[in-house]
């Protein structure tokens, strides 16, 4: 098993700059470690005079020195930072960049606001599981309003709107308490970019809207909804309520009132504005709050490549061998041919594409390929219990390069290829290998399994499988030619081992071929 390492993100926003370091024992399992925050304000003086200003050079080489200290102490190996939108406007953003990588040694990319987009709606992807796939992503940070109307999680229209809160409070001077008239000024930039930027006005209705950002996350404690999906809400009618009482008061007064910092406090008002604004827009009542964004994608994505493998498979003459022997072996028993050639390569797509999470040994890919191979051979002697005759013949053939602790852990996956039997000490196969090679093997059945349940019409219909990952959660999307929910029902049904071997709720979706 590969050692877990630790990764950092920084999002380095328009109204702060933020650090999350954390712990990655897998591309599934991410543990934060700590979490910092630092007001920055890079948009201040950007979307006024579009530089930054010498003062803020200063505090942002004093914020990323920290941050590399902090990222030192905890022996962050691997990190990503990234700058969003008041960055992508300074036009001095190449000597900020400069001066921070020769100042702390952090190297700062800009991105563009697709990227940034794509990163939040991945972490939300993750935060939400397979059961509430969302239908909006809504991401209002300090230089702009980013929008994701999504069908089955592609998207289908977006969005960037410049309606940020800090770009909001700086152009319309809008610092502390609120008139009404000034709000209606915010309303109606907010409502005519939407109208602009979504001309198909979508109508959501009852279906997930997802927040993101501090501010959304602040107001979601003042105007909270019934949770759903596991997930605080944003219940917009009562934030429409209670929105007079926001505006009216002084920064020091909100900051005393909803506990607050004053960069938060500042701005939070125009903030209110723009959701409720957009939730009429919409047709949105609640908008959930996963409490993740930029970073959290950020990490998924350094912890899928740290775990996954770089080389592609070389097999020696040994393996080569191995799997020569075991296609004549099984061609000499008259095996369905098609079907296990089928499911070989199910099996070494899903080993590949698995491989950030199950972190087997490159060796072990053969064996699955051969017991691939063979896990049918059985029928032979009986369709009757012809998994448990399969085990005999793996063991007893006449299968050159193939001895020993191989031929044991092939056995013992051909045995277990479907559900009708789980690893068990008294089984011969099974019980010869060491404790070691029985975990090598429950995980490689687990594989089997799911590739013999997507073939398992006999009809090859699965042409292409990607793996995406998530926190207690694979997603597997299937390329199929035709309809292939026969395959995809029992290869779910088929996936209860590697739920249990690996922890995680496996989901599968068929997009076209």
Do not use: W
Request: aromatic share 6%.
């Amino acid at each position: 098993m590969p050692e877990p390492v630790h990764i950092a993100a920084i999002d380095a926003g328009s109204n702060a700059v933020r650090l999350s370091v954390a712990r990655a024992y897998s591309a599934l399992d991410i543990e934060t470690l700590h979490d910092e925050r630092y007001s920055l304000r890079l948009g201040e003086s950007v979307f006024l005079r579009h530089r930054f200003s010498e003062k803020l050079f200063k505090k942002g080489v004093k914020a990323f020195r920290h941050f590399k200290e902090t990222m030192d102490e905890f022996g962050v190996t691997k990190y990503r930072a990234v700058a969003t939108s008041a960055s992508r406007e300074a036009r001095n953003r190449d000597a900020f960049i400069r001066t921070i990588r020769q100042k702390s040694g952090i190297s700062l990319e800009v991105i563009s606001a697709t990227e940034e987009s794509r990163l939040g709606r991945e972490a939300v992807f993750a935060a939400l599981g397979p059961e509430a796939p969302p239908r909006c992503i809504v991401d209002l940070g300090g230089g702009s309003l980013e929008i994701s109307i999504l069908r089955d999680r592609a998207i289908e229209q977006s969005a960037h709107l410049g309606v940020g809160t800090v770009r909001l409070m700086t152009t319309l001077k809008l610092p502390g308490v609120i008139h009404p008239s000034q709000a209606e000024l915010v309303r109606k930039y907010v409502r005519a970019l939407l109208e602009s930027k979504l001309p198909n006005r979508p109508n959501l209705g009852e279906q997930i809207a997802v927040a993101l950002g501090g501010n959304a996350e602040t107001l979601a404690g003042i105007a909270p909804g019934p949770r759903e999906h596991g997930l605080p809400m944003l219940q917009l009618s009562l934030l429409r309520d209670r929105l007079p009482d926001i505006l009216k008061r002084s920064v020091r007064e909100r900051m005393k009132t909803y506990a607050v910092r004053r960069d938060r406090a500042d701005v939070m008002g125009i903030a209110a504005i723009t959701l409720i604004t957009l939730g009429r827009y919409l047709n949105v009542r609640c908008l959930a709050i996963p409490a993740v964004g930029l970073r959290e994608g950020i990490l998924q994505e350094i912890a899928h490549d740290a775990f996954s493998r770089k080389e592609p498979h070389r097999y020696n003459a040994a393996a080569r061998q191995i799997i020569a022997s075991t296609r004549s072996f099984a061609r000499r028993l008259e095996y369905d041919q098609a079907h296990a050639e089928h499911v070989r390569e199910l099996s070494i797509l899903l080993f590949d594409r698995l491989q950030p999470a199950h972190h087997l040994p490159p060796q072990s890919r053969v064996l699955l390929e051969a017991a691939a191979l063979l896990h049918d051979i059985g029928h032979t002697v009986s369709h009757h219990g012809h998994h448990k005759h399969g085990e005999y013949l793996a063991l007893n053939g006449d299968i050159p390069g193939l001895a020993g602790r191989d031929r044991a852990v092939v056995a013992a996956l051909v045995r277990y290829h479907n559900r009708k039997s789980e690893p068990a000490g008294h089984h011969v196969a099974y019980s010869s290998l060491s404790n070691v090679d029985k975990r090598v093997t429950r995980r490689l059945a687990s594989i089997l399994r799911i590739a013999e349940g997507l073939d398992h019409s006999h009809r090859q219909r699965v042409t292409n499988i990607h793996a995406s990952f998530q926190r207690g959660a694979v997603g597997l999307q299937i390329k199929a030619r035709g309809d292939a929910a026969e395959d995809l029902r029992d290869a779910s049904r088929s996936a209860d081992l590697f739920e249990k071997e690996f922890h995680v709720r496996l989901f599968f979706r068929q997009i076209d071929a």
